[in-house]
T-cell receptor
């Protein structure tokens, strides 16, 4: 079975600073995908960034980047130049393709950006 | 393009009752999955439907059931409600032929069981 662990239930960061959210996972699969999803307060969840396990290069999307360490089964999210709109719950997710796409989510990290 | 629509957004039920939640996926998306979100537990996978067939099922009791219609709209039903069923129920759709795996979520249906 796959498990995803987010060990930081809550975090805060000053506006314009950088913050890193941690995520580890456990799997015996070799091919899989990893995601970070963002859920703003009272709004729907949206995709932040995606990483294919077979790619060694870390994914980057504007101010968001990941540090993917496959051997260590670690997948952290770095947010640079934090903005007030980054305040949200962030979920790390693992996906494998077996009879469709099977997703496993972590418990989330609540991030607050302080003005 | 309209997003994923979930109805109702909020509902209050009492123990022992049953509830039906509805989800309309993005046009063209044939995969619909359901998640239960509670504080401290994150998102727990309930089930996934593709072309009216349940492909995957999470570890929930039989009180939780679902179905998908020919137009890809999906419903989930919870019978004999318990206090612990209070949660935000999220529906997500995806274009299953794509290997990107991105899920598109609705805003959820918040169920309170009294």
């Amino acid at each position: 079975a796959q498990t995803v662990t987010q060990s930081q239930p809550e975090m805060s960061v000053q506006e314009a600073e950088t913050v890193t959210l941690s995520c580890t996972y456990d799997t015996s699969e070799n091919n899989y995908y990893l995601f970070w999803y963002k859920q703003p307060p009272s709004r729907q969840m949206i995709l932040v960034i995606r990483q294919e396990a077979y790619k060694q290069q870390n994914a980057t999307e504007n101010r968001f980047s990941v540090n993917f360490q496959k051997a260590a089964k670690s997948f952290s999210l770095k947010i640079s130049d934090s903005q007030l709109g980054d305040t949200a719950m962030y979920f790390c997710a693992f996906m494998k393709q077996e009879k469709g796409n099977q997703f496993y989510f972590g418990t989330g990290t609540s991030l607050t950006v302080i003005p | 393009k309209a997003g994923v629509t979930q109805t109702p957004r909020y509902l209050i039920k009492t123990r022992g009752q049953q509830v039906t939640l509805s989800c309309s996926p993005i046009s063209g998306h044939r995969s619909v999955s359901w998640y239960q979100q509670t504080p401290g537990q994150g998102l727990q996978f309930l089930f996934e439907y593709f072309s009216e067939t349940q492909r995957n099922k999470g570890n929930f009791p039989g009180r939780f059931s679902g179905r998908q219609f020919s137009n890809s709209r999906s419903e989930m039903n919870v019978s004999t409600l318990e206090l612990g069923d209070s949660a935000l129920y999220l529906c997500a759709s995806s274009f299953a032929q794509s290997n990107t795996g991105e899920l598109f979520f609705g805003e959820g249906s918040r169920l309170t069981v009294l």
